[in-house]
């Protein structure tokens, strides 16, 4: 049989994100069950489901990080699981990632953090770059603190910086891990609204996975409701609440 | 039943006294062998020794699972770990020579390690040295008087010193300082996803964290090595002038009268293999812990061990090797 052949330049009439039959396991556990998912350009697909249901894993795969063992995962058209590294990496410049604890690199200030992809991917001189920082910063409500290391700031304020960080390439995607995990609400809902004050201005396409439907209904134009590593419901939030499935019933209300 | 932990009959500390015993072995070989003679038969009892102290603690380091049913399945289990952890430190090394041969090169980080393990260690360094010197000299000394021989202390001194205790000694303190260091560190960045972020920001993590850490290791530690050297024989000198008041030129003259290039190059150098060892098992712990902050404080813990297990290791057969190329 012939290899399939890798589309290289991608398509830029392609969904940003689509992702075909993905199945992913960790020892004999089954994570993923052959999920199929399409994100439009400009939309955001918020993942819901029960925590240990493999919405993580799902956006590692999305981003390279770990392989599927089978399926197809398609940004702007390239098929990421069959890129070499540094085609991949070229992909990965497009594609910003917001981990669930922020990820910060704790040895380096909000400041160098921040700068930290763009000293690695752009020319910029060293005062271009340091004002380019405090936009993204200020665009997060983070314009101070610049000389502080992560562990002198808050979780909600780690969150803030690990977004302007993930800003910085300018990408055309996002991931959002758990974006509101472990905040309390009122920071929580903070948050969501900087995720959508963001969209609106830059019109990138999103995908996040979260377990807080509140945050999913302010933030996505469509959910998909995941139930042991299979995608149970895909719509809009109304079609979600028109469902008669006792799980979907039980997760709306139990949020 | 299985639980998480070492095999019941060999513990963390029971491997930290493992690598002493080899140290203090393979001290007393060197030594009862005189300036440079180093016997087949010496290599003989040690290689089976410390390949089994190797065997030992790697097992005991990375051992996650042990069955206690019985001591066949023991040995079973930490055979299949010991071949598993091998061939994953093989791979490992596969994936980094890749990433430290291909462009970008990450000088900038390179020099901030080389320069954060050169300053941090020096002060240990030349205190460890030291106080071999002292010891050395003192102790050589009793002896030397015995046999009517106490004109050969500056070069027994500077001989051992040069030759094996200087290198050994540097490597075994930075491997407790560097080696704890790198793993607890990439440790805490691997459990808080650090090093998964770099890799989505499309910077190689093997690159840019590990091959500048252990570049960094092998070319800090012949360096390292000199600052023992000289604090070695200097504070040898001091206590011999404590006994018997000599001046320094005629002890640095006595000491060094018969030191050839052979002697000192080949010494000093193989702290290079020292350095390769101790960064790339300290990145390889860290870089695959697991667990949070028990498997933080697992990588560190482990990453001292193997190190300075795997020094000994090495020293026995480059000492061996070096005799055979530098006759």
Same mark, same amino acid.
């Given at each position: 049989?012939?290899?399939?052949?890798?589309?290289?330049?991608?398509?830029?009439?392609?969904?940003?994100?689509?992702?075909?039959?993905?199945?992913?396991?960790?020892?004999?556990?089954?994570?993923?069950?052959?999920?199929?998912?399409?994100?439009?350009?400009?939309?955001?697909?918020?993942?819901?489901?029960?925590?240990?249901?493999?919405?993580?894993?799902?956006?590692?795969?999305?981003?390279?990080?770990?392989?599927?063992?089978?399926?197809?995962?398609?940004?702007?058209?390239?098929?990421?699981?069959?890129?070499?590294?540094?085609?991949?990496?070229?992909?990965?410049?497009?594609?910003?990632?917001?981990?669930?604890?922020?990820?910060?690199?704790?040895?380096?200030?909000?400041?160098?953090?921040?700068?930290?992809?763009?000293?690695?991917?752009?020319?910029?001189?060293?005062?271009?770059?340091?004002?380019?920082?405090?936009?993204?910063? *200020?665009?997060?409500?983070?314009?101070?603190?610049?000389?502080?290391?992560?562990?002198?700031?808050?979780?909600?304020?780690?969150?803030?910086?690990?977004? *302007?960080? *993930?800003?910085?390439?300018?990408?055309?995607?996002?991931?959002?891990?758990?974006?509101? *995990?472990?905040?309390?609400?009122?920071?929580?809902?903070?948050?969501?609204?900087?995720?959508?004050?963001?969209?609106?201005?830059?019109?990138?396409?999103?995908? /996040?996975?979260?377990?807080?439907?509140?945050?999913?209904?302010?933030?996505?134009?469509?959910?998909?409701?995941?139930?042991?590593?299979?995608?149970?419901?895909?719509?809009?939030?109304?079609?979600?609440?028109?469902?008669?499935?006792?799980?979907? /019933?039980?997760?709306?209300?139990?949020? | 039943?299985?639980?998480?932990?070492?095999?019941?009959?060999?513990?963390?500390?029971?491997?930290?006294?493992?690598?002493?015993?080899?140290?203090?072995?393979c001290s007393r070989k060197l030594a009862a062998n005189g300036e440079s003679e180093f016997t087949s038969d010496s290599a003989?009892?040690l290689?089976?020794?410390?390949?089994?102290?190797?065997?030992?603690?790697?097992?005991?380091?990375?051992?996650?699972?042990?069955?206690?049913?019985?001591?066949?399945?023991? #040995?079973?289990?930490?055979? #299949?770990?010991?071949?598993?952890?091998?061939?994953?430190?093989?791979?490992?090394?596969?994936?980094?020579?890749?990433?430290?041969?291909?462009?970008?090169?990450?000088?900038?980080?390179?020099?901030?390690?080389?320069?954060?393990?050169?300053?941090?260690?020096?002060?240990?360094?030349?205190?460890?040295?030291?106080?071999?010197?002292?010891?050395l000299t003192?102790s050589t000394r009793d002896s030397l008087?015995r046999f009517g021989a106490k004109g050969f202390l500056p070069a027994v001194v500077v001989f051992s010193i040069i030759k094996e205790s200087?290198?050994?000694?540097?490597? @075994?303190?930075?491997?407790?300082?560097?080696?704890?260091?790198?793993?607890?560190? @990439?440790?805490?960045?691997?459990?808080?996803?650090?090093?998964?972020?770099?890799?989505?920001?499309?910077?190689?993590?093997?690159?840019? @964290?590990?091959?500048?850490?252990?570049?960094?290791?092998?070319?800090?530690?012949?360096?390292?090595?000199?600052?023992?050297?000289?604090?070695?024989?200097?504070?040898?000198?001091?206590?011999?002038?404590?006994?018997?008041?000599?001046?320094?030129?005629?002890?640095?003259?006595d000491g060094?009268k018969s030191v050839t290039?052979n002697d000192?190059?080949?010494s000093?150098?193989?702290?290079? #293999?020292?350095?390769?060892?101790?960064?790339?098992?300290?990145?390889?712990?860290?870089?695959?812990?697991?667990?949070?902050?028990?498997?933080?404080?697992?990588?560190?813990?482990?990453?001292?061990?193997?190190?300075?297990?795997?020094?000994?290791?090495?020293?026995?057969?480059?000492v061996h090797?070096i005799l055979?190329?530098f006759p």
């Open positions: 049989m012939p290899e399939p052949q890798i589309e290289k330049n991608g398509d830029k009439n392609a969904p940003p994100v689509q992702v075909k039959s993905l199945s992913k396991s960790f020892g004999r556990q089954k994570v993923l069950k052959g999920i199929s998912l399409e994100v439009g350009a400009g939309q955001t697909l918020s993942v819901l489901g029960r925590s240990g249901t493999g919405k993580s894993v799902l956006l590692k795969l999305i981003i390279g990080l770990q392989k599927p063992d089978s399926g197809s995962i398609f940004v702007h058209g390239e098929e990421v699981t069959k890129l070499p590294v540094k085609e991949l990496n070229e992909v990965r410049k497009k594609v910003g990632f917001l981990f669930q604890q922020a990820a910060l690199y704790d040895s380096m200030t909000v400041e160098e953090n921040v700068a930290f992809p763009l000293r690695r991917h752009t020319q910029l001189s060293d005062s271009d770059r340091k004002k380019r920082v405090r936009e993204l910063l *200020a665009s997060v409500g983070m314009d101070g603190d610049l000389q502080k290391l992560p562990s002198d700031i808050s979780g909600g304020m780690q969150k803030r910086v690990g977004l *302007a960080r *993930a800003l910085a390439l300018d990408p055309e995607i996002l991931l959002f891990d758990e974006p509101t *995990a472990g905040l309390d609400p009122i920071t929580a809902s903070e948050i969501d609204e900087l995720i959508v004050k963001l969209q609106k201005e830059r019109h990138i396409t999103s995908v /996040v996975v979260t377990h807080d439907i509140h945050g999913a209904r302010t933030i996505s134009d469509r959910l998909a409701l995941m139930r042991d590593g299979e995608i149970l419901i895909e719509g809009t939030f109304d079609d979600l609440q028109k469902s008669r499935d006792p799980f979907v /019933v039980q997760f709306l209300r139990g949020c | 039943m299985c639980i998480e932990e070492a095999p019941p009959f060999i513990s963390d500390g029971m491997a930290d006294g493992f690598v002493w015993v080899a140290l203090c072995e003989m009892i290689h089976p020794t410390l390949l089994m102290f190797a065997f030992a603690a790697v097992s005991a380091a990375t051992a996650t699972t042990v069955d206690r049913g019985g001591i066949i399945t023991n #040995i079973g289990q930490v055979t #299949i770990d010991f071949f598993e952890w091998f061939g994953n430190v093989t791979l490992f090394c596969g994936r980094l020579i890749r990433a430290a041969f291909t462009p970008p090169y990450e000088f900038r980080e390179f020099f901030h390690q080389f320069d954060e393990l050169g300053s941090k260690s020096v002060p240990l360094v030349a205190l460890a040295g030291a106080a071999t010197g002292v010891v003192l008087v200087g290198p050994i000694i540097t490597a @075994l303190v930075v491997s407790g300082r560097a080696a704890a260091g790198i793993g607890s560190e @990439l440790a805490a960045m691997k459990v808080s996803e650090q090093i998964d972020a770099m890799e989505a920001s499309a910077v190689n993590p093997y690159r840019y @964290l590990a091959a500048t850490r252990i570049l960094a290791c092998m070319l800090m530690l012949p360096l390292l090595t000199l600052v023992s050297d000289f604090f070695g024989i200097f504070m040898g000198w001091v206590a011999n002038t404590a006994a018997e008041p000599i001046s320094l030129r005629l002890f640095i003259h060094f290039f000192f190059l080949p000093t150098l193989k702290t290079l #293999i020292f350095g390769l060892l101790i960064g790339v098992i300290a990145c390889y712990q860290g870089m695959n812990a697991t667990g949070g902050t028990e498997g933080v404080e697992r990588a560190a813990t482990s990453s001292v061990v193997l190190a300075s297990l795997f020094i000994i290791l090495a020293d026995v057969i480059l090797l055979v190329l």
